[in-house]
């Protein structure tokens, strides 16, 4: 098995690399859409966030409140550290048991946003960082998303610095161009990946 660790800052396009590897045949592991999972109403993660927060983080259908809950926990950093208390350890857990489930010599993408800012690199066999100037992560996230200017500013600013992700980066793929590019790019990346793979599978 090969792990291989992708991210990328907001508005990057980590998901469109991530998707067209997804078809390439790699198993993706996505850090995101599993910290929704494991709060998903009826969870013991919903549960355990409620008792922490109050019951001002749902929503009338009972679902969790997400933008309320950033509201609190982005200004104020004890309280992000127990959101994560109780977060983290759940997408461990079924991060892992996806992992065990994939195929002894599986290339498993861990679709990982703040791999560089929690020091995560050493984590993985490859590490990939897609990359794009930051004018071009302001326009996607004002014309795509719909942030303002300042929105955008201050969500990239959270994030580790460009030079931080490339300091980490076994590969970084350029998604500043057409995805046509990005398609060359990500079939290079994928041919590296096969030939690293049996090597991994074999340590």
Not at 129 to 140: A, G, I, S, T, Y
Request: cysteine-free; proline content about 4%; overall charge negative.
């Amino acid at each position: 098995m090969l792990k291989v660790g992708l991210t990328g800052g907001i508005g990057s396009g980590k998901s469109e690399v991530s998707a067209r590897l997804r078809a390439r045949g790699a198993v993706i592991i996505d850090a995101d859409r599993i910290a929704r999972e494991v709060v998903e109403p009826g969870t013991p993660g919903l549960a355990a966030v409620v008792a922490e927060f109050g019951e001002g983080v749902l929503l009338p259908g009972g679902g969790l409140d997400r933008e309320r809950v950033g509201s609190i926990v982005f200004a104020d950093r004890d309280r992000l550290a127990a959101l994560n208390a109780i977060v983290h350890p759940l997408v461990g857990e079924r991060m892992q048991e996806l992992m065990d489930a994939a195929p002894a010599g599986a290339i498993v993408v861990y679709d990982v946003p703040l791999l560089a800012e929690n020091g995560l690199a050493g984590m993985y066999d490859v590490v990939v960082v897609v990359d794009v100037p930051v004018e071009v992560q302001l326009d996607r996230l004002t014309s795509r998303r719909g942030m303002t200017e300042e929105d955008a500013r201050a969500r990239i600013a959270a994030q580790a610095a460009r030079e931080e992700r490339r300091a980490v980066a076994d590969h970084v793929i350029d998604n500043s161009g057409s995805l046509d590019d990005l398609q060359a790019r990500v079939d290079a990346l994928w041919e590296d990946l096969v030939r690293r793979a049996p090597a991994a599978t074999a340590g």
